[in-house]
């Protein structure tokens, strides 16, 4: 019977765990500052749904909508917020408004305030096997993992993707560990032969459910990144009706590494406050 990694649940209690950290920090706020760049509406949304989920738990949360900066003022703000000490966690909503520089904008950010893991010092570390922030997206992943009590080592992970926030960083992460990685943009076609292979896949392809249970071996670990919209719907890579029965655990879209991601960031701000007493 496959596993449905439930993130909705697993977020709750994430969440609840966040909650009694924050109460253990004894009189002492935690900061996350939120940026956003543009004038998209769902990016808009999705930011303002963050600091609501800070707020919620008792993290102290700004919100900084700049919908047309130039690179200097956009840099210019975060050293700002490096330097306020209400602040303990940045996070730069991606992707940024057009004519932006993203590797300028998130390097600019404190490797100890890199909540959501984006800066070149954090990816460095991730590559080294030291302790640091990971991007959301990747502790998602191991989170849902380990509450599931599914061990990623021993296993040949297949990674479909090339995003700077989530593959690129999931393969560096994966390389401390033991087991044996493949990488795999999506757009090579070759990937669909590369996960007939895999004990474990992790898709960014963002084509509905192009997946099949016919491209995948009985016993596969499923983690689903991917979302394609039609209309208000949304689907992932993988055709997860199908896969059931042949997959050992999946990640659903939705509700699976999507509800994680929120919560983790919150965790981060806390652990990030907690280092800076």
């Given at each position: 019977?496959?596993?449905?990694?439930?993130?909705?649940?697993?977020?709750?209690?994430?969440?609840?765990?966040?909650?009694?950290?924050?109460?253990?920090?004894?009189?002492?706020?935690?900061?996350?500052?939120?940026?956003?760049?543009?004038?998209?509406?769902?990016?808009?949304?999705?930011?303002?749904?963050?600091?609501?989920?800070?707020?919620?738990?008792?993290?102290?949360?700004?919100?900084?909508?700049?919908?047309?900066?130039?690179?200097?003022?956009?840099?210019?703000?975060?050293?700002?917020?490096?330097?306020?000490?209400?602040?303990?966690?940045?996070?730069?909503?991606?992707?940024?408004?057009?004519?932006?520089?993203?590797?300028?904008?998130?390097?600019?950010?404190?490797?100890?305030?890199?909540?959501?893991?984006?800066?070149?010092?954090?990816?460095?570390?991730?590559?080294?096997?030291?302790?640091?922030?990971?991007?959301?997206?990747?502790?998602?992943?191991?989170?849902?993992?380990?509450?599931?009590?599914?061990?990623?080592?021993?296993?040949?992970?297949?990674?479909?993707?090339?995003?700077?926030?989530?593959?690129?960083?999931?393969?560096?992460?994966?390389?401390?560990?033991d087991v044996q990685v493949t990488f795999c943009k999506e757009s090579d076609p070759a990937y669909k032969e590369l996960i007939k292979e895999a004990d474990v896949i992790s898709t960014e392809i963002f084509e509905k459910?192009?997946?099949?249970?016919?491209?995948?071996?009985?016993?596969?670990?499923?983690?689903?990144?991917?979302?394609?919209?039609?209309g208000k719907k949304v689907f992932g890579d993988v055709d997860t009706d199908d896969v059931m029965g042949k997959a050992e655990a999946i990640t659903p879209v939705p509700g699976g590494t999507g509800p994680m991601l929120?919560?983790?960031?919150?965790?981060?701000?806390?652990?990030?406050?907690?280092?800076?007493?």
């Open positions: 019977m496959t596993i449905i990694l439930n993130g909705r649940e697993t977020s709750a209690k994430v969440v609840e765990e966040v909650t009694s950290m924050i109460e253990e920090l004894k009189g002492v706020t935690p900061g996350l500052a939120l940026v956003l760049t543009g004038d998209d509406k769902f990016s808009e949304r999705y930011v303002k749904l963050k600091k609501r989920k800070a707020e919620e738990v008792g993290i102290y949360a700004e919100f900084h909508h700049m919908e047309a900066p130039s690179q200097e003022e956009l840099v210019n703000l975060i050293h700002d917020l490096n330097d306020n000490p209400k602040i303990h966690g940045i996070m730069v909503q991606l992707p940024l408004a057009e004519g932006l520089d993203e590797l300028e904008t998130v390097n600019a950010i404190l490797p100890e305030k890199d909540v959501d893991g984006l800066s070149p010092n954090t990816l460095g570390k991730i590559v080294m096997g030291e302790e640091t922030y990971l991007p959301a997206g990747v502790e998602a992943i191991m989170e849902l993992l380990k509450r599931y009590d599914l061990d990623p080592e021993g296993k040949h992970w297949v990674v479909v993707g090339s995003s700077n926030f989530l593959s690129k960083p999931l393969v560096s992460y994966l390389g401390n560990l459910q192009v997946i099949k249970s016919d491209m995948l071996k009985d016993g596969v670990i499923v983690i689903d990144n991917g979302n394609a919209y039609e929120i919560s983790m960031l919150l965790r981060n701000t806390v652990r990030a406050t907690k280092a800076s007493q």
